[in-house]
């Protein structure tokens, strides 16, 4: 039963275009949303995040909308880069008991941008 | 130097070996956790542990054994591999404030043959 989805697994984008990668999830008590960014052959890297206290957050070319009555999140990047090309992981956790919960990922998007 | 570091980086056994997979990091973190990634399935949790005297079982744990040696060392080992344990093997550490982001390992790729 997955608990955080992205249901398109790869996405092909025109260097220069926004890139537009989401993700839902389905456990209404995730309170913290995180994007990480991964290439081949190296573990995953943190890209943003957002707490379920905002719905906007932005880093440079890297914005991170969440939609919480409809449980989505989206990354949004603006202007895609041929270096933006990478495996994209949507992760979620919750906080309880005086800690942060473990992270779950979804499956991931496969981000290719094109020159 | 990384702050995560996971040896080793390749690894092909045979089935029914055992084999270990260490992790160590720098960041001073008390959370430790091992992930496996296989093809569009995402990263799942295998074992955490929040401090030495703490081991957990995450979603995936049949098959694998942890030890948390040090505050900054937690190996994984797999007592009879398997070739359905051919994975990407990632180690993470984790800060315990609110609203903290996981640390990453490169990965050690295990093929079991």
């Known amino acids: 039963d997955q608990q955080v989805k992205q249901n398109s697994p790869s996405l092909s984008v025109q260097e220069g275009r926004i890139s537009i990668l989401n993700c839902d999830y389905t456990?209404?008590?995730?309170?913290?949303f995180l994007w990480y960014k991964k290439y081949p052959a190296e573990g995953p890297t943190f890209l943003i995040s957002i707490s379920s206290i905002k719905d906007k957050n932005e880093d440079g070319r890297f914005t991170v909308f969440l939609n919480k009555s409809a449980k989505h999140l989206s990354l949004h990047i603006v202007p895609s880069q041929p270096g933006d090309s990478a495996v994209y992981f949507c992760a979620a956790s919750e906080y309880y008991g005086g800690s942060q919960g473990n992270l779950i990922f979804g499956k991931g998007t496969k981000l290719s941008v094109k020159p | 130097d990384a702050d995560v570091t996971q040896t080793p980086r390749n690894r092909i056994t045979k089935t029914g070996k055992r084999i270990m997979l260490e992790c160590s990091q720098t960041?001073?973190?008390?959370?430790m956790y091992w992930y496996r990634q296989d093809p569009g399935l995402g990263l799942r949790l295998i074992y955490y542990s929040f401090d030495v005297k703490d081991i957990n079982k995450g979603e995936i744990s049949d098959g694998y054994s942890v030890s948390r040696q040090a505050q900054a060392k937690f190996s994984l080992s797999l007592e009879s591999a398997i070739p359905n344990q051919t994975a990407l093997y990632f180690c993470a550490t984790r800060g315990t404030g609110m609203n903290t982001e996981a640390f990453f390992g490169q990965g050690t790729r295990l093929t079991v043959v």
């Open positions: 456990n209404s008590m995730f309170d913290y």
């Open positions: 960041k001073g973190h008390d959370r």
